[in-house]
């Protein structure tokens, strides 16, 4: 299984970027339990998450609640992150992590390669 992330950039503060990410090689036969955006600064700490099994749940880090959107396309096995209204201190590397159950390894954590965006004027 592989986490394609994409669009990561340079913003102005205020602006807005989508993030999208794609998981890929799951065979025909799987379940995604949980996806997710984390960003790397100090340390890795969560910004949203879909908890997908037993009906959906989303949470969010504090400073991203009013202003970030997380959402899934199951169908296309994608997760997005939509930020809205946003400032210098959300530069960081993003991360994506989906939870994915196949019968030949049970449920593991896969993460996806980074995408930096950069909030500046």
């Known amino acids: 299984v592989q986490l394609q992330a994409y669009g990561g950039g340079l913003v102005q503060p205020g602006g807005s970027l989508r993030l999208s990410c794609t998981a890929s090689?799951?065979?025909?036969?799987?379940?995604?339990?949980?996806m997710g955006w984390y960003r790397e600064g100090d340390q890795r700490e969560m910004v949203a998450q879909i908890i997908?099994?037993?009906?959906?749940?989303?949470t969010y880090a504090p400073d991203a609640k009013e202003r970030f959107t997380i959402s899934k396309d199951i169908a296309k096995n994608t997760v997005y992150l939509q930020m809205n209204n946003m400032k210098p201190e959300d530069s960081a590397v993003y991360l994506c992590a989906q939870n994915i159950w196949t019968p030949e390894r049970g449920s593991v954590g896969y993460w996806g390669q980074g995408t930096l965006v950069t909030v500046s004027s």
């Open positions: 997908t099994t037993g009906g959906d749940r989303t």
């Open positions: 090689g799951t065979g025909n036969f799987f379940r995604i339990n949980s």
